[in-house]
């Protein structure tokens, strides 16, 4: 199933897919994150009485959390999330098309089936859970969290295709959040852990 909105004059909004570029948007958006986090160490806590720069894992926590939600983004194709997904997929093959044809004159191609696995009830449970708690708890987090967030989102929405890797991580995340749903609801309606 393709959605398309038209955007202007001719121009036709249809990103189910990753292009070659989006998809080195994304990877550039991981390998970015992490370098930062390499080289900036994890501050006074992580240095230790040493006194020597150490790297607090800590600090990727929302970077991964928010790839964790841009995979289920990608797995509500019909809703809003989905939707805004789309978006992200454009733009990000958008931008890193122009930066491929600029820089190498080559053009992206798109890559294989983009995409995750469904959720079902209760996956949709646990995703529509998570994005109420995020939007009550929005100004708790600090700017710093929320950058580190937003591009793990985008990276995960360009990164979630449909082999390799990038298939097993999408398949857990997705699935984890189906098994968990239907954990939480049989233990709150059933009293029972399954």
């Avoid at 989006?22 to 240095?47: D, N």
């Avoid at 580190?148 to 295709?161: A, H, N």
Wanted: glycine share 16%; hydrophobic share 50%.
């Amino acid at each position: 199933m393709t959605s398309s909105i038209p955007l202007a004059a001719g121009e036709q909004f249809a990103a189910q897919s990753v292009t070659t570029a989006g998809f080195a948007v994304g990877m550039a958006l991981l390998i970015v994150e992490h370098w930062r986090w390499y080289k900036g160490g994890g501050g006074a806590a992580a240095a230790g009485a040493a006194g020597g720069g150490g790297k607090d894992p800590k600090e990727l926590i929302p970077f991964w959390f928010g790839v964790a939600f841009g995979i289920l983004m990608v797995a509500c194709p019909a809703g809003l999330l989905g939707t805004v997904s789309d978006a992200l997929r454009w733009a990000g093959n958008g931008a890193g098309g122009w930066v491929m044809s600029t820089m190498t004159g080559q053009r992206a191609t798109t890559t294989v089936a983009t995409g995750a696995p469904g959720l079902n009830q209760y996956g949709a449970l646990v995703v529509t859970a998570l994005v109420l708690v995020l939007f009550f708890l929005r100004k708790q987090f600090a700017k710093l969290i929320k950058g580190r967030w937003k591009k793990g989102v985008l990276c995960g929405v360009l990164l979630c295709i449909t082999t390799g890797t990038a298939a097993v991580i999408a398949q857990a995340t997705v699935g984890g959040a189906n098994d968990l749903g239907q954990y939480v609801f049989d233990a709150a309606t059933n009293g029972t852990f399954t």
